[in-house]
């Protein structure tokens, strides 16, 4: 059962988008005038923008379409992407990403972000060309927790799901990969703050520590 395929979340595994989210959302929520606390801005994590909208909606009996808030969330998030100079692949990760390619590792992103997201980073950190595919939840009718996004990811590598490993750092990502039944290796890092890594079946710190070397034994 030897590793065929890496299915890589984007936002806080690939790309520290996160911040620029976090500013994002808090800016419209400002231009809405509301009021979101912290624990429910934490439990948005691994969620679609379509999905959070939906949620505020919801929540705050706003008026506004999912569509109109994506839109402000969305010009908000293009502004910082491309001026925020902090804005940078995480550590580690071309290194791995890299790796992985010599080695002759499919390699899905499999993120609930939007493919204009996905491709914007693409084309921004020069990462095309080592990826397979993509797929984006946003495009799906099911997000994470829930285990679409990882099981197509699966299929566009053309690999059995029992050789593929997911990376993720969310608490709903996570879930997601337990519920695909897919080996998932848990990233924790400075902005994943309160995730539960519970069903992860491990838990680095360091990409290094997910280098082929030192993960063949869950892949025998």
Request: aromatic share 12%.
């Amino acid at each position: 059962m030897s590793l065929k395929a890496v299915l890589f979340d984007m936002d806080g595994v690939i790309v520290d988008t996160e911040p620029l989210h976090r500013k994002a959302y808090f800016k419209m929520f400002e231009d809405l005038n509301i009021d979101v606390s912290e624990d429910l801005y934490t439990s948005f994590t691994g969620y679609s923008t379509k999905k959070v909208c939906e949620i505020l909606i919801q929540t705050y009996g706003l008026n506004n379409t999912y569509q109109e808030l994506s839109d402000i969330k969305r010009n908000y998030f293009k502004e910082y992407f491309y001026h925020d100079p902090d804005f940078d692949l995480i550590p580690g990760v071309r290194k791995l990403i890299t790796h992985y390619y010599d080695n002759q590792i499919q390699l899905i992103v499999a993120s609930s972000a939007s493919m204009v997201t996905i491709n914007m980073v693409f084309e921004k950190f020069e990462l095309e060309k080592y990826f397979n595919g993509k797929v984006s939840g946003a495009e799906l009718k099911e997000s994470k927790p829930h285990p679409e996004v990882f099981l197509l990811a699966a299929e566009k590598a053309n690999v059995p799901k029992q050789n593929c490993m997911v990376i993720e750092d969310s608490t709903n990502g996570i879930l997601a990969a337990h519920n695909a039944e897919i080996f998932c290796a848990a990233y924790k890092s400075e902005h994943s703050i309160n995730q539960d890594y519970t069903l992860a079946n491990i838990t680095v710190s360091d990409y290094t520590e997910l280098e082929l070397d030192n993960i063949s034994n869950y892949f025998i």
